[in-house]
């Protein structure tokens, strides 16, 4: 069966620190991959997505930048986070139509 | 934007009785899918209706399509506790920027015992 797995779950780290966050897919080959942010009390905004190794679409500007170095494996990367940077990410792979959810990291930046 | 937006916003009801829950989008869609996230956790799929379809049941879910209204409706029957959760609408468009999935902010339900 298809696992998708995130860590860590939880991060602190202070502003201008560097930021990787992993995300692994077990049971598939070739998914789409994607990362999305939730802030506290707000829907899920659609960060990047990958088709492929190697292959990433960003749909917001931001302080973040996105690698899919294996074609299970998506890295969310910051060089220097700031304090806007906070909020639960999660990393989902889709299924046909529907999407599939890891179980998020906790970032706070302090 | 796509963007579904839920109704209420937060939905407190006595275990036993029926929760519905309700979606409202603005451009023409593929399908409509709900979710539901536990405090803290990822979301998991509930279930996905067709723009051609009006109605579908899973368990004690029923979701409802209203594609004239651009709106859709989640009802869950007999809540129970552990039904306490947040509940996502989502929106896949037909063309171009809007066929990717599009979240609403959700809805927090809580399920009293």
């Known amino acids: 069966s298809q696992t998708i797995h995130q860590w860590p779950a939880t991060l602190v780290q202070p502003v201008g620190s560097p930021l990787s966050l992993e995300c692994t897919v077990e049971g598939t080959s070739n998914p789409n991959l994607y990362w999305y942010r939730q802030a506290a009390g707000r829907g899920l905004q659609l960060l990047f997505y990958?088709?492929?190794?190697?292959?990433i679409s960003s749909e917001v500007p931001q302080n973040l930048s996105a690698s899919r170095p294996q074609d299970r494996q998506f890295i969310l990367s910051s060089k220097k986070l700031l304090l806007s940077d906070s909020g639960f990410y999660l990393c989902?792979?889709?299924?046909?139509?529907?999407?599939?959810f890891g179980p998020g990291t906790r970032l706070l930046v302090l | 934007s796509q963007q579904g937006e839920e109704d209420p916003q937060a939905l407190s009801i006595q275990e036993g009785e029926n929760a519905t829950m309700n979606c409202s989008y603005k451009?023409?869609?593929?399908?409509l899918q709900w979710y539901r996230q536990n405090s803290g956790r990822g979301l998991v799929h509930l279930i996905l209706i067709r723009s051609n379809e009006r109605e579908k049941h899973s368990g004690r879910l029923r979701v409802t399509l209203d594609t004239s209204k651009k709106s859709s409706s989640l009802l869950i029957t007999a809540s129970r506790a552990a039904d306490t959760a947040s509940y996502f609408c989502a929106t896949v468009g037909k063309t171009g920027a809007n066929s990717k999935l599009t979240f609403g902010k959700g809805i927090t339900l809580s399920v009293r015992p």
């Open positions: 990958s088709v492929g190794i190697g292959q």
């Open positions: 451009t023409s869609i593929n399908n």
């Open positions: 989902a792979w889709s299924v046909f139509t529907s999407m599939c």
